[in-house]
């Protein structure tokens, strides 16, 4: 049974602070890792994706993976309140379909 | 079309009853997912479509549940003798590439959130 686990929140910071949302995954053969943004009452939205450990920025948002500790995040600088949203980590192992994490809600206050 | 449309938007309906959501996919798609969202829960995935054949229904949380997919295009997921805990947003999603292939980058539909009383 593949897992994904995310902390529910809610994270608060504040406008302006880096949010750092995080994950951890069961599978060791998942092979790329997305990052979907959902406001309230909408449906998610890809953010980013990433398949190699390291880095890889897009903009204001950074995901970082370490597959030998199962653990993806992402980082949000500079954050606005427009951000304030839930954040969806899913694993895909190759399998036919996405595993969603349950989400971590971010707040950010003006 | 240009993007995935979901029917109806809501549907509240009482326990018993059966229900029908539709989704209509990217046109040219022929990889559809269908994914329910129950109240401060995470995406449960229900059942994938490769063209009209469901390689993978093993979401499906019970026999009540059922989809079906017609010339690889509209699909239609039926809930027999609807219960209080169907009640959930169901979303539908193709990958962006159309076919499911590489990075399975998925994009949503705006979802049929189900009322049942």
């Known amino acids: ?110 | 079309g240009a993007g995935v449309s979901q029917s109806p938007s809501n549907k509240v309906t009482e326990k018993g009853k059966d229900v029908e959501l539709r989704c209509d996919p990217i046109s040219g798609h022929t990889a559809l997912y269908w994914y329910r969202q129950s109240l401060g829960q995470g995406l449960e995935f229900l059942i994938y479509f490769q063209g009209n054949s469901a390689p993978d229904k093993s979401g499906l949380p019970s026999d009540r549940f059922s989809a079906e997919r017609t010339g690889g295009s509209v699909s239609t997921l039926t809930i027999q003798r609807t219960q209080q805990e169907d009640s959930a947003v169901y979303l539908c999603a193709t990958p962006r590439s159309g076919s499911h292939s590489g990075a399975n980058v998925l994009t949503f539909g705006a979802g049929s959130r189900l009322t049942v009383l």
Do not use: H
């Open chain 1, 1 to 110: 049974q593949k897992e994904v686990e995310q902390n529910s929140g809610p994270l608060s910071v504040p406008e302006g602070a880096i949010a750092s949302l995080n994950c951890t995954y069961s599978d060791r053969g998942s092979q790329s890792f997305f990052w979907y943004r959902q406001y309230s009452g909408k449906s998610p939205e890809l953010i980013m994706f990433i398949y190699s450990n390291g880095d890889k920025e897009d903009g204001r948002f950074t995901a970082q993976l370490n597959k030998a500790s199962q653990y993806v995040s992402l980082l949000i600088r500079d954050s606005q309140p427009s951000d304030s949203a839930t954040y969806l980590c899913a694993e895909d192992s190759g399998y036919s379909t996405l595993t969603f994490g349950k989400g971590t809600m971010l707040l950010v206050s003006p």
